[in-house]
């Protein structure tokens, strides 16, 4: 009996030293959590600052009475921009992007030019029958304070990280308009005895249309970072200027004779304006 219960005993241990070897020497490590990549929808709001230029457009000043022949001249200019975006993207099937955005920036455009202007031979006594170039000049300059736009946006995401897109619709801007007519009295000029000129100065808010695209990269789950080119064009505009001839005055400028009476026009040909602008958002 006694052996009975000690060969039992011994199968018993083996038994249980097989089973332990068969054990794992350490727990498994635990799966590593599932990515969920970052999605575009929802709304963002961000800051953004670059580089504004304009296309070179034409300023055109036209006089009346016929004294000089009409002027036109090509002017533009760099400045900085700085603004602030808002909008709201959805993306879908699944890799495509839909959205809007407003944005608002400050700039500081000023394309200004200076033409010397030509007495219109045919026009006036002193021209002595020819074109002769006066001293005289006009200077015009459009400066732009600010620009703003609603667009739509369309773009394709990989990865979820970047997003490439395109985007259009309405600007607006606010311009002024600056115009200057110098006669110098230094001869050859329309001025006798004393140098005389003609300011003119408008402001107005415009509207336009606007295209650009741009590249995003979405470095955590709320922020992304881009560039963005936009082309603006707004419509063309012009101002009056007029000079009232006092009593006691040299020779009336441009022989105005009448007080308020109308000396020059100028014009300004379509405004184009592009901007670059870094982008830095937030989404919500």
Known sequence: MKKFFLGAAVIGLFTGYASAADLPTKAPPLAPAPVIAPSWTGFYIGINGGVAWTDPSMAYSDFAPSGYLPVSFRASDTSGIIGLHLGYNYQFAPNWVIGIEGDFDWTNLKAAGTQGLVCAGTGHFQCGGVNLAFTDNANLQTETNWLASVRGRLGYTWNNQWLVYGTGGIAFGNFDFNAQVNCTNVPPSFCIGISQSINTHSSDTRTGWVAGGGVEYKFTRNWNFGIEYLYY????????????????????????????????????????????????????
């Open 233 to 284: 064009d707004f419509n063309s505009a012009s101002t009056t200027g007029s000079w009232v001839f006092q009593t006691g005055a040299p020779a009336p400028f441009f022989e105005c004779t009448t007080p308020g009476q109308t000396c020059a026009k100028f014009s300004y040909d379509k405004l184009a304006i592009q901007t670059t602008r870094l982008r830095l958002s937030y989404q919500f």
